[in-house]
Nanobody, 122 residues
Framework: QVQLVESGGGLVQAGGSLRLSCAAS????????MGWFRQAPGKQRELVAI???????NYADSLKGRFTISRDNAKNTVDLQMNSLKPEDTAVYYC????????????????WGQGTQVTVSS
């Protein structure tokens, strides 16, 4: 019923920038939190950043100052601006959203995108 479509991933040199975008579509009544997670080879999936509908944000401590999350509530989109990228940022990045469906607005569901590869070369 809901689809999260990610874009913006790719290959970039260390010190460069990328901007990831994610758009949610489907029978959406409302979206509470939207965010980004990432998973590097051999590591657990970890939080990158989340943003609530009212604008409150939460970042992984190691990423503060380099990454910025933003959202457009009207368009149901969330972006992640990544600056000063490092090789250790290489991972699959996943979009996430907590959504109430239009057909059952009293139930909250957690959706994930398919993931997009970000590779930072040295």
């Amino acid at each position: 019923q809901v689809q999260l479509v990610e874009s913006g991933g790719g290959l970039v040199q260390a010190g460069g920038s990328l901007r990831l975008s994610c758009a949610a579509s489907g029978s959406i009544f409302s979206i509470n939190a939207m965010g980004w997670f990432r998973q590097a080879p051999g590591k657990q999936r970890e939080l990158v950043a989340i943003i609530i509908s009212g604008g409150r944000t939460n970042y992984a401590d190691s990423l503060k100052g380099r990454f910025t999350i933003s959202r457009d509530n009207a368009k149901n989109t969330v972006d992640l601006q990544m600056n000063s990228l490092k090789p250790e940022d290489t991972a699959v990045y996943y979009c996430n959203a907590d959504i109430k469906l239009s057909g059952s607005s009293d139930s909250l569901y957690r959706y994930w995108g398919q993931g997009t590869q970000v590779t930072v070369s040295s």
